[in-house]
């Protein structure tokens, strides 16, 4: 009987584990740059985005990315998750693995402008001056992405932050929807004897719908959180008169005494449970939360004590690196990309406002009569964090989801303290963490 | 004649040698003894050569990011950028700052609730188990889902029964004429819910590892302790705590990391707050890095809880090694 064997000797099995082991290291080295991927002289520009909003949105953008030749070159399309997205960028940066061209956090452009990893966009402008596509952007959301070195990134869509009001739960307590402060608190009130929210918010794990609604009433009452050099001004005398109000509303049960906890999913579910009758939320909540019988609408601005009016938005941006194959190449897939924005509100895929004139015109946009209210009413006057200046920059990261405003929103919430002693800790805390 | 062979015999064994082998001198060369040397050697050079490419990748894998940590930890960079050497000065920063104490308190109050609960829960569940009931082993697994399921999924469940004044446990709470309790709402009950959540998520890791050990307790030891007199509790704290002692520390040093480094289970649930009062150093690191993109001393906190940590597996496990001896 003749039995084969195959013979593994120690010396080949350390071969083998050594040629294993170097496998990843290999890779490690190799880097794998946003050039080097490429099949055409231009290489492929690597597009990353975020979830904007439901997966069919990415699934729509990954076939206008993929859909790109021009400039020699192609693109690619990668979902980059919201969680730790901020890591995951600057990993991907600092390895040089990153992306040619990205969507991100609101704030994220200046950040890496600032560590030199951002190609700037003037060309870009000039591109689009020259083609028309410049004037067809809504007033005054191209230029706070402009630099003393140029523009860091161009503006897709404004995540605006609005007021919402369920209309049936205003009837049943038989007020008006609130037109300034005075009436808010009033039927605050009104709405607490049935059960509702006069000032639905909420500030919990992952939730800065309640950070932002503490900095949409400074706007509102004519404040913010720095001067319009820039300066950090937060206890300004309409800061504190905002957060008093809110402490107001706080004592009074207005605002509902777990909003410090809630979640997003709590906070939507206060609004989908016929809980929730007034309050600060994104454009589109009425889709999101799963009710667009008309019965959720947005309200008109209302007006601070001093007669300001104010919103907040947030300018969401497209942005181009440094690490390219082909700064022309990254040039020519933006001005593609933004060109095709359109199909994106075509399939009623976005839940944001868009930039561009021509997309707000859309039916599939301008038969939502709340995206009509939002554009007519409330992106004259929504301002950034920056405000109340309107120079966008890397500090407003730290401020948007930063402690030093998490911990002043909470404190608010919980009502145990006063307007100006939050606000000191808020300033302090901020100071700690802003560039100098 | 035997009582004088006798430590010589020992003595022989000892050094490897043996009846009638000789014990004088070198060992010849070419005999047994260098054969054997000669076979040692080449065993430790294979060992040698099979350990390198995990000690290699072990290296890669803990060293680098140990020695780029601590580069971070002494320099004003960003994630990116390294930035200026500035020695102490972050971990300065850390230690005078009033949030970190805080949640080095918080941290601590979870460590020892984290632990102890967990264990005390665990130990019951076990020495339940032990005896004989009806579907044991059906509740093994049951008791077992806690540390099963996904911490999102129970994370997730836990903010459906406490979140809202609505909730279940509010609810309940309301019904029974205790008031509606705001478990996440409130700075203090938050705390007390974020540790409960912790026992209850970690309680079967402690009864599997004390259930593992009570099985390989004789039972007639018992049986003669009975016959001794001794009551069922002095047989719980003089047989049964001694002879799971040793499980008990490797537990113990095992959930004391657990709960330190527990990132998941409190920002789930409370993402810190509310006003920090569940914030944990490790939450702490996390949102200075990654929120205020301050990475210098976000990375120092994770530097002193290392630290920390260190040194109390090292005093645990000198327990360990204690009650082995003994």
Same mark, same amino acid.
């Given at each position: 009987m003749t039995t084969t064997r195959t013979t593994f000797s120690r010396r080949g099995f350390l071969g083998l584990t050594a040629a294993a082991a170097s496998v990843p290291l290999l890779a490690a080295c190799? /880097?794998?740059?946003?050039?080097?991927?490429?099949?055409?002289?231009g290489g492929t520009i690597k597009f990353w985005d975020m979830p904007w909003a439901t997966p069919a949105l990415n699934e729509a953008s990954k076939k206008l990315t993929e859909g790109f030749s021009g400039a020699n070159s192609k693109a690619s399309y990668q979902i980059i998750q919201w969680n730790n997205f901020y890591q995951t960028f600057s990993s991907a940066i600092a390895s040089k693995t990153g992306p040619a061209v990205s969507t991100g956090g609101g704030f994220q452009a200046f950040q890496f402008e600032q560590q030199g990893q951002i190609a700037y966009a003037d060309n870009l402008i000039e591109t689009l001056k020259k083609n028309g596509m410049y004037d067809d952007? $809504? &007033? /005054?959301?191209?230029? &706070?992405? #402009?630099?003393d070195k140029g523009y860091v990134a161009v503006p897709w869509h404004l995540s605006m932050r609005v007021m919402w009001y369920r209309k049936s739960l205003f009837e049943q307590a038989g007020v008006d929807v609130p037109k300034d402060w005075a009436t808010l608190l009033e039927a605050g009130k009104a709405l607490k004897k049935i059960g509702a929210v006069g000032f639905a918010t909420g500030a919990g794990a992952g939730n800065n719908i309640g950070n932002q609604a503490m900095i949409m009433m400074m706007i509102n009452n004519? /404040?913010?959180?720095?001067? #319009? @050099?820039?300066? $950090? @001004?937060? $206890?300004n005398d309409r800061n504190v008169e905002a957060t008093e109000f809110l402490l107001e509303l706080v004592s009074n049960g207005i605002i509902d005494p777990a909003a410090v906890s809630y979640t997003s999913a709590n906070l939507d579910a206060q609004w989908k449970d016929k809980k929730a009758a007034f309050g600060a939320h994104v454009s589109q909540m009425d889709t999101r939360v799963g009710d667009?019988?008309? @019965?959720l609408l947005v309200a008109s601005p209302i007006a601070g004590p001093h007669g300001d009016k104010g919103g907040l938005v947030f300018p969401n941006n497209i942005m181009m690196y440094t690490n390219t194959p082909s700064q022309e190449a990254s040039e020519a897939f933006l001005v593609y990309y933004l060109g095709q924005l359109k199909e994106l509100w075509k399939q009623k895929l976005m839940n944001a406002l868009p930039v561009f004139k021509s997309i707000a015109e859309l039916p599939e946009f301008a038969s939502d009569p709340n995206n009509v209210k939002i554009v007519k009413e409330w992106q004259p006057i929504a301002k950034t964090l920056a405000a109340q200046g309107d120079k966008l920059n890397a500090n407003l990261a730290v401020l948007d989801g930063g402690q030093a405003l998490n911990e002043f929103t909470q404190t608010v919430l919980t009502g145990k303290t006063d307007a100006k002693s939050a606000l000191q800790a808020f300033e302090s805390g901020l100071k700690t963490v802003l560039n100098k | 004649m035997s009582s004088t062979m006798a430590p010589s015999g020992l003595s022989r064994a000892r050094r490897g040698l043996a009846p009638g082998g000789s014990g004088a001198g070198s060992p010849k060369p070419g005999g047994p003894a260098n054969r054997k040397s000669k076979l040692s050697a080449q065993t430790s050079r294979t060992f040698f050569w099979l350990l390198l490419p995990s000690v290699v990748l072990l290296v890669l894998i803990h060293g680098y990011p140990l020695i780029h940590a601590g580069v971070q930890a002494t320099h004003d960079g960003s994630l990116i950028q390294t930035g200026n050497f500035v020695g102490g000065e972050n971990f300065a920063t850390v230690l005078s700052s009033p949030a970190f104490w805080k949640a080095a308190q918080f941290t601590l109050w979870f460590t020892i609730v984290g632990v102890f609960g967990s264990w005390l829960v665990g130990l019951g569940l076990a020495l339940l188990l032990r005896?004989?009931?009806?579907a044991g082993a059906t509740f093994k697994v049951l008791l077992l889902l806690p540390w099963v399921v996904p911490i999102v999924v129970s994370s997730t469940a836990w903010n459906w029964l406490v979140a809202t004044p609505d909730s279940l446990v509010p609810s309940l709470f309301r019904n029974l004429g205790l008031g509606t309790p705001l478990f996440l709402a409130d700075p203090n009950l938050a705390a007390i819910t974020v540790m409960v959540f912790k026992v209850w998520v970690s309680f079967p890791f402690m009864m599997m590892m004390i259930s593992a050990a009570l099985a390989s307790v004789d039972t007639t030891v018992y049986e003669a302790a009975s016959m001794d007199g001794a009551t069922r509790f002095q047989q719980f704290t003089q047989i049964t705590l001694p002879l799971i002692a040793r499980s008990t520390y490797i537990s113990w040093i095992l959930m004391t990391i657990f709960c330190v480094n527990d990132f998941p289970t409190i920002y789930l649930l409370t993402g810190g707050g509310p006003v920090s009062a569940t914030t944990s150093l490790v939450v702490l690191a996390y949102r200075t890095v990654f929120?205020?993109?301050?990475t210098g001393p976000g990375v120092a906190i994770a530097f002193l809880m290392t630290m920390t940590l260190v040194v109390i597996s090292v005093l645990l496990y000198r327990q360990i090694r204690k009650s082995s001896v003994e």
């Amino acid at each position: 009987m003749t039995t084969t064997r195959t013979t593994f000797s120690r010396r080949g099995f350390l071969g083998l584990t050594a040629a294993a082991a170097s496998v990843p290291l290999l890779a490690a080295c190799g /880097g794998g740059s946003a050039s080097q991927s490429g099949g055409s002289a231009g290489g492929t520009i690597k597009f990353w985005d975020m979830p904007w909003a439901t997966p069919a949105l990415n699934e729509a953008s990954k076939k206008l990315t993929e859909g790109f030749s021009g400039a020699n070159s192609k693109a690619s399309y990668q979902i980059i998750q919201w969680n730790n997205f901020y890591q995951t960028f600057s990993s991907a940066i600092a390895s040089k693995t990153g992306p040619a061209v990205s969507t991100g956090g609101g704030f994220q452009a200046f950040q890496f402008e600032q560590q030199g990893q951002i190609a700037y966009a003037d060309n870009l402008i000039e591109t689009l001056k020259k083609n028309g596509m410049y004037d067809d952007f $809504l &007033p /005054g959301v191209v230029e &706070p992405f #402009k630099t003393d070195k140029g523009y860091v990134a161009v503006p897709w869509h404004l995540s605006m932050r609005v007021m919402w009001y369920r209309k049936s739960l205003f009837e049943q307590a038989g007020v008006d929807v609130p037109k300034d402060w005075a009436t808010l608190l009033e039927a605050g009130k009104a709405l607490k004897k049935i059960g509702a929210v006069g000032f639905a918010t909420g500030a919990g794990a992952g939730n800065n719908i309640g950070n932002q609604a503490m900095i949409m009433m400074m706007i509102n009452n004519g /404040g913010g959180v720095f001067t #319009k @050099d820039g300066e $950090l @001004d937060v $206890l300004n005398d309409r800061n504190v008169e905002a957060t008093e109000f809110l402490l107001e509303l706080v004592s009074n049960g207005i605002i509902d005494p777990a909003a410090v906890s809630y979640t997003s999913a709590n906070l939507d579910a206060q609004w989908k449970d016929k809980k929730a009758a007034f309050g600060a939320h994104v454009s589109q909540m009425d889709t999101r939360v799963g009710d667009t019988s008309g @019965d959720l609408l947005v309200a008109s601005p209302i007006a601070g004590p001093h007669g300001d009016k104010g919103g907040l938005v947030f300018p969401n941006n497209i942005m181009m690196y440094t690490n390219t194959p082909s700064q022309e190449a990254s040039e020519a897939f933006l001005v593609y990309y933004l060109g095709q924005l359109k199909e994106l509100w075509k399939q009623k895929l976005m839940n944001a406002l868009p930039v561009f004139k021509s997309i707000a015109e859309l039916p599939e946009f301008a038969s939502d009569p709340n995206n009509v209210k939002i554009v007519k009413e409330w992106q004259p006057i929504a301002k950034t964090l920056a405000a109340q200046g309107d120079k966008l920059n890397a500090n407003l990261a730290v401020l948007d989801g930063g402690q030093a405003l998490n911990e002043f929103t909470q404190t608010v919430l919980t009502g145990k303290t006063d307007a100006k002693s939050a606000l000191q800790a808020f300033e302090s805390g901020l100071k700690t963490v802003l560039n100098k | 004649m035997s009582s004088t062979m006798a430590p010589s015999g020992l003595s022989r064994a000892r050094r490897g040698l043996a009846p009638g082998g000789s014990g004088a001198g070198s060992p010849k060369p070419g005999g047994p003894a260098n054969r054997k040397s000669k076979l040692s050697a080449q065993t430790s050079r294979t060992f040698f050569w099979l350990l390198l490419p995990s000690v290699v990748l072990l290296v890669l894998i803990h060293g680098y990011p140990l020695i780029h940590a601590g580069v971070q930890a002494t320099h004003d960079g960003s994630l990116i950028q390294t930035g200026n050497f500035v020695g102490g000065e972050n971990f300065a920063t850390v230690l005078s700052s009033p949030a970190f104490w805080k949640a080095a308190q918080f941290t601590l109050w979870f460590t020892i609730v984290g632990v102890f609960g967990s264990w005390l829960v665990g130990l019951g569940l076990a020495l339940l188990l032990r005896t004989k009931i009806p579907a044991g082993a059906t509740f093994k697994v049951l008791l077992l889902l806690p540390w099963v399921v996904p911490i999102v999924v129970s994370s997730t469940a836990w903010n459906w029964l406490v979140a809202t004044p609505d909730s279940l446990v509010p609810s309940l709470f309301r019904n029974l004429g205790l008031g509606t309790p705001l478990f996440l709402a409130d700075p203090n009950l938050a705390a007390i819910t974020v540790m409960v959540f912790k026992v209850w998520v970690s309680f079967p890791f402690m009864m599997m590892m004390i259930s593992a050990a009570l099985a390989s307790v004789d039972t007639t030891v018992y049986e003669a302790a009975s016959m001794d007199g001794a009551t069922r509790f002095q047989q719980f704290t003089q047989i049964t705590l001694p002879l799971i002692a040793r499980s008990t520390y490797i537990s113990w040093i095992l959930m004391t990391i657990f709960c330190v480094n527990d990132f998941p289970t409190i920002y789930l649930l409370t993402g810190g707050g509310p006003v920090s009062a569940t914030t944990s150093l490790v939450v702490l690191a996390y949102r200075t890095v990654f929120q205020d993109f301050a990475t210098g001393p976000g990375v120092a906190i994770a530097f002193l809880m290392t630290m920390t940590l260190v040194v109390i597996s090292v005093l645990l496990y000198r327990q360990i090694r204690k009650s082995s001896v003994e």
